[in-house]
């Protein structure tokens, strides 16, 4: 693993969500983390991985029915 270690707060700025989401993740084990000494980090590309792996692409629309 190779990059860069993001902070609890730094992850909560980047998903536009207060400290607790992030945190929760990381007690429920939903998101990959590293302990250094006794602070928590996560790795940049674990985040951009389960903010992929989260998005949902929309609907594309239906053929035949015009302006119902």
Request: proline letters at 4%; zero cysteines; charged letters at 30%.
């Amino acid at each position: 693993m190779s990059g860069r270690l993001l902070t609890v707060e730094q992850v909560a700025e980047r998903l536009g969500t207060s400290v607790r989401f992030p945190r929760r993740l990381i007690s429920e084990r939903r998101i990959t983390f590293v302990h250094v000494g006794r602070h928590v980090r996560i790795p940049e590309e674990e985040l951009e991985h389960f903010i992929s792996y989260h998005t949902t692409n929309p609907i594309s629309r239906r053929r035949g029915r015009a302006g119902a």
